[in-house]
């Protein structure tokens, strides 16, 4: 088979059953597309398919050489040849333009499927192309995203089952680096190799024949596709609406070459439209890529985008989406001290006060009570972070002769329970003190920094060592061991630095467990009355609307985590716009009708007034101690005529649970206290009802 049979089996293929239409723009796109996968250069690419856009009617027009054509154009500017002419290559030259920001597109989505997720750096900068979020995020993101191309482009892909879609994905991803980070493998207690189900998945819904230890990257791309079916769903009913006959349609992740490479295609594009209370307006560009460029803000609380580009008429439409693996998926997550002193916080108090719910005296009183708790919040979190140091601390000062290193060398390199014993061991210990780390350089031929970072920890634990790190012989184990522990004992310890820590404490003793925990849990309790104390000063404060100010503050709060503020059209977001955003939930959606029909309410001041917050409640761990709290967040639920709904059981009003707040430490038991956010029963089994399926 030769180039040009694979080109056109390439070609037909993507064309579908109708096989391909010369007169159809789709179908050249798509030619144009095959031509450059196989190798044309884009010039010649671009001729050729010109050449086939030209009509080829045996006209006057078409008699005339080029030369004749050009000179005819002179002589005659303002005819109507020559202005249909000139309009033909400014079309060509923009489709040219989109098409090959389709390109790369597809060809940055694919490179983060071969390259994995990438942390972003903490300081921003213009060559950072890593998105942000995490794998998981990543893979249901770009993988929703190809799948709604897919669907939009290739019919044969389209008439597949959800599964076989599922299938293709999964055999695409499996293997590469994005797969791999989304396919945690563990040992069972029978030894065999598996992972687990993501999302609100179940071994049900994997194939009887897959793997065990294949179920995490299946379940992951089998929500993903259930994201692109929806995305795709939308695209095909505004396409509808707009008169698009196929469109060419892009997805855009959330890394900066993306968001840049979405506001280019909106620069060059004729106009950009959407639907207003039913009505088919344009939107001003500025105002679009302004959307884009704050994805994930308040303005646009989105992780993608689509963009829709019709090339019969120059103009293009946009989506945007909030991308979830399940209504269960973290909402919003924050630290105490930030809800109640940081910058979002305050900003909020002054957009209260620019609305009149608050005064400016109001305002600096609710400050002062938030910054009081916040400072004794402070001193609560440096107690937890000499308790976390102090384990690593009397380990490392004991070394060698309260505890014997051979002996805790040996424990830490099988303390893992995965299928790599030795898991902890490499990876923070030999990947960050080893040889290969203390040996990396920057281009100037100084080290890096995690380098630098390695050298000094290793030359503070080993302060007798001759010549100094890096030079001389690589690090032992002990010297290795050794700059851990030092590390553990100047910073906070997180994540698996804390496993181990506490793994080590539990074999070796270093400090009694028992009373180390009371301290901690004595802790724990006092900073979970200060969210009480807090709401209880705030609300003496005044009144929002006849609701004290303390929970309408909070009522707030859950609206714009819910974004609620989608049932009010505002002017200035993606919300003023007709379907333009709404949460995707890999198999159901929330948007504004679900919002509004759930909730029963239409405005702010109705939902602050239906806003109720439950009792705060201790959070047990499994030895029954206190390691955070949560409540619960209800909407007092009335009938048609605006009366509350009463439970003939109880006789008390009928809430609806909205959303669930949780006050909880992701970095173990002395780690800093975070507010995290989940959706509420209630609410979920009301969007479930009414927007499950496609």
């Given at each position: ?8 089996e ?23 597309e095959s ?57 060509q ?48 993101e770009?993988?929703?995203?190809e ?26 991803l499996k ?30 819904d ?48 959330g ?15 004729e ?83 620019k ?23 402070d ?43 030795d ?61 851990f ?8 310890p ?33 900073a ?23 929970d ?13 503020d ?30 509004q ?44 005529d ?15 649970e ?37």
């Amino acid at each position: 088979m030769n180039d040009w049979d694979k080109i056109l089996e390439d070609f037909a293929h993507k064309c579908g059953d109708g096989g391909p239409d010369m007169t159809n723009p789709r179908h050249l796109a798509l030619l144009r597309e095959s031509l450059l996968k196989f190798g044309w250069k884009e010039f010649a690419t671009n001729e050729f398919i010109g050449n086939l856009r030209e009509e080829k009617k045996e006209d006057w027009w078409s008699k005339k050489s080029p030369e004749e054509q050009a000179d005819y154009i002179k002589k005659h500017p303002g005819s109507e040849k020559a202005i249909q002419v000139k309009k033909e290559k400014e079309k060509q030259k923009e489709t040219t333009k989109v098409g090959k920001h389709l390109e790369e597109t597809k060809k940055g989505r694919q490179d983060r499927f071969e390259k994995g997720f990438k942390k972003p750096p903490k300081k921003k900068s213009k060559d950072d192309k890593s998105a942000p979020g995490n794998a998981g995020s990543l893979l249901n993101e770009d993988g929703s995203n190809e799948v709604c191309e897919r669907i939009v482009e290739d019919e044969s892909f389209q008439k597949l089952s959800e599964e076989e879609q599922v299938k293709i994905l999964y055999n695409e991803l499996k293997d590469k680096k994005l797969g791999q980070q989304n396919n945690k493998v563990k040992k069972s207690p029978s030894g065999r190799l598996e992972s687990g189900v993501a999302g609100y998945l179940s071994v049900k819904d994997i194939p009887e024949d897959l793997p065990p230890d294949q179920r995490e990257i299946y379940s992951k791309c089998k929500l993903a596709v259930r994201n692109g079916r929806r995305k795709a769903q939308k695209v095909q009913t505004i396409s509808k609406k707009l008169g698009y006959k196929n469109p060419s349609v892009i997805g855009l992740g959330g890394t900066q070459d993306d968001l840049q490479r979405g506001q280019d295609i909106i620069d060059d594009v004729e106009k950009v439209v959407a639907f207003k209370n039913g009505k088919k307006v344009e939107i001003p560009k500025d105002k679009v890529k302004n959307f884009i460029k704050n994805s994930g803000g308040g303005e646009n609380p989105s992780d993608t985008a689509t963009i829709i580009h019709d090339e019969k008429s120059g103009e293009a439409t946009i989506l945007f989406h909030s991308d979830k693996d399940s209504l269960n998926a973290l909402i919003a997550q924050t630290t105490q001290k930030d809800e109640w002193t940081g910058d979002v916080t305050t900003e909020t108090l002054d957009k209260a006060v620019k609305r009149g719910d608050i005064t400016e005296e109001q305002k600096i009183e609710i400050l002062k009570v938030r910054t009081k708790y916040s400072y004794k919040l402070d001193e609560i979190e440096s107690s937890f972070k000499l308790l976390s140091q102090e384990p690593s601390k009397k380990l490392l000062g004991g070394l060698g002769e309260d505890y014997d290193t051979q002996d805790v060398i040996d424990y830490f390199k099988t303390a893992s329970s995965g299928a790599n014993p030795d898991k902890y061991w490499f990876d923070r210990v030999e990947n960050v003190f080893g040889s290969e780390k203390i040996s990396q350089k920057k281009s100037d031929g100084k080290p890096t920094k995690d380098a630098q970072s390695a050298i000094d920890f290793l030359n503070k634990s080993n302060p007798n060592r001759k010549p100094p790190f890096p030079d001389g012989d690589k690090p032992t184990d002990e010297q290795m061991l050794k700059a851990f522990l030092q590390k553990q004992s100047d910073e906070i310890p997180a994540g698996d630095d804390l496993n181990v820590v506490n793994r080590l404490n539990s074999k070796f003793g270093m400090v009694d467990q028992n009373e180390q925990r009371d301290r901690i849990e004595a802790k724990r309790k006092e900073a979970l009355d200060y969210e009480n104390q807090v709401l209880e000063e705030i609300n003496k404060i005044g009144n929002v609307n006849g609701v004290p100010v303390g929970d309408a503050l909070a009522a707030n709060d859950i609206w714009d985590k819910g974004h609620f503020d989608a049932i009010m059209s505002p002017e200035g977001t993606v919300h003023e716009y007709d379907d333009m955003f709404e949460v995707n939930a890999s198999g159901f959606h929330i948007d504004k009708k679900g919002i509004q029909e759930c909730l029963g309410v239409d405005t702010k001041k109705g939902f602050q007034a239906k806003f109720v917050r439950g009792e705060l409640q201790e959070q047990k761990s499994s030895q029954k101690r206190t390691t955070g709290g949560y409540y619960m967040v209800y909407a007092i639920l009335e009938d048609k005529d605006g009366k509350p709904v009463i439970d003939p059981e109880t006789g008390k009003q009928k809430k609806m649970e909205i959303m669930e707040k949780r006050l909880r430490t992701k970095q173990g038991e002395t780690g800093r206290q975070n507010g995290v956010y989940n959706w509420g029963k209630g609410f979920k089994d009301c969007i479930g009802r009414k927007t499950k399926g496609f």
